[in-house]
Every structure is written in C-alpha cells, then in structure tokens.
T-cell receptor
Framework: EAGVTQFPSHSVIEKGQTVTLRCDPISGHDNLYWYRRVMGKEIKFLLH????????ESGMPNNRFLAERTGGTYSTLKVQPAELEDSGVYFCASSQASGYEQYFGPGTRLTVT | GQQLNQSPQSMFIQEGEDVSMNCTSSSIFNTWLWYKQDPGEGPVLLIALYKAGELTSNGRLTAQFGITRKDSFLNISASIPSDVGIYFCAGRGSNYKLTFGKGTLLTVNP
C-alpha cells in the first residue's frame, strides 16, 4: 500500500511569488492534515480535512494560505504571496476515520528568498 | 495553546546502550504518539498509546502513557546505529490535531 506522497519535495521561490504544494493521502483515508515545521520550532498543525470539508483550520497562519481538497482525494496548499517567514517544511498526514494514528508524508521543503 | 515539553533535546550514546526520553504537558491528552524522523523524510509512527497507564512495546521500543494523561516516555533498549534520528512525541486531545514536542536528536556512536 502506498504511503502519503507529497510534491514537490523542494521548492525555492522569491518573496511575493505563489507556490502550490500537493498531497496525496493513503488510499481510503478520509482525514487529511497539513502541518508545518519552521526552523528550530516544533511541528505545528495547520488544518484538517474530512473528505472534502475543512473540519478545523485553526492553525492556518493567515489568509495568504489556502487549502483545498476537491473531491475528497488529494489536497493542495497554496501560499500567495509568499513571505520569508513561510519558509519551512510542510508535512501532510492522513488517517482513517477514527483519526488516532496519523501517517505522514516526506514533506515539502519551502524556501522563500 | 497546548504545549509539550520534550526532553532531552539531544543525546549522544554508545551502541548497545539504553536510552529514555519523555514528554510532559500542562494539558490532558487522550492519545500519545511517538514518531521518528530520518533526514529528508517525514515522521514515521513508532508507537501509539490510547489509555492512561498503558505500556506498549514495539521491538526494542517501549512507551508508556502516564497515569495523569499529561506525560509519556519512550525507551529504546540496546541501541543500534540505525536508531539515529529525531524522535518526536505528539499528543492528541479531543479533536484530531496533534500537538508535537520539539524533538529529541539521538546520535548513536558505533
């Protein structure tokens, strides 16, 4: 069974540009999460989808971040316009309905210059 | 918001030694999870704990869910070089989101 996959693995963009990250969860997992780890800090929750619905977006930093999960399969996280402080590693995770065990993807390392 | 205090921040041990790390919180969690992250990879789930007082093993790894529901520890016995990495604790409350500790960087000298 394939794990959580993320694309791209790395992205380097300039301040003010737009970047879109993609996550494909484990097949059959209704729950999909986005997390972020900024250098030197802990991994922090951004938001949670149940199928195509946003269940909890309390961790989204501001309105420059937009997450979607059309059709309840893969998800995208768009940052527009990117700022320097958005640099970090963005992780996606998925879980079955119970949500107890979350499985993480390899992450996308975003560098904003 | 909820915070987890994970310690130690880093450990340098010799191959074959046992190692212990722990997490404490001022808040109660319903589930404790322990993850390991290798360089360039995402966190990999090692052990999940669901009940206060629960003690669970996975090979050389043993973890416990504290009775107060505010702490957990992870022990690794007879360490080997491939145990090197960053270990994270994570707690889950009444909702689905995980709160992570800052991680313990483990180095094992052969």
């Amino acid at each position: 069974e394939a794990g959580v996959t993320q694309f791209p693995s790395h992205s380097v963009i300039e301040k003010g540009q737009t970047v879109t990250l993609r996550c494909d969860p484990i097949s059959g997992h209704d729950n999909l999460y986005w997390y972020r780890r900024v250098m030197g800090k802990e991994i922090k929750f951004l938001l949670h989808f149940v199928k195509e619905s946003k269940q909890d977006e309390s961790g989204m930093p501001n309105n420059r971040f937009l997450a979607e999960r059309t059709g309840g399969t893969y998800s995208t996280l768009k940052v527009q316009p990117a700022e320097l402080e958005d640099s970090g590693v963005y992780f996606c995770a998925s879980s079955q309905a119970s949500g107890y065990e979350q499985y993480f993807g390899p992450g996308t390392r975003l560098t904003v210059t | 918001g909820q915070q987890l205090n994970q310690s130690p921040q880093s450990m340098f041990i010799q191959e074959g030694e046992d190692v212990s790390m722990n997490c404490t919180s001022s808040s109660i969690f319903n589930t404790w999870l322990w993850y390991k992250q290798d360089p360039g990879e995402g966190p990999v789930l090692l052990i999940a704990l669901y009940k206060a007082g629960e003690l669970t093993s996975n090979g050389r790894l043993t973890a416990q869910f504290g009775i107060t529901r505010k702490d957990s520890f992870l022990n690794i016995s007879a360490s080997i070089p491939s145990d090197v990495g960053i270990y994270f604790c994570a707690g889950r409350g009444s909702n689905y989101k995980l709160t992570f500790g800052k991680g313990t960087l483990l180095t094992v000298n052969p």
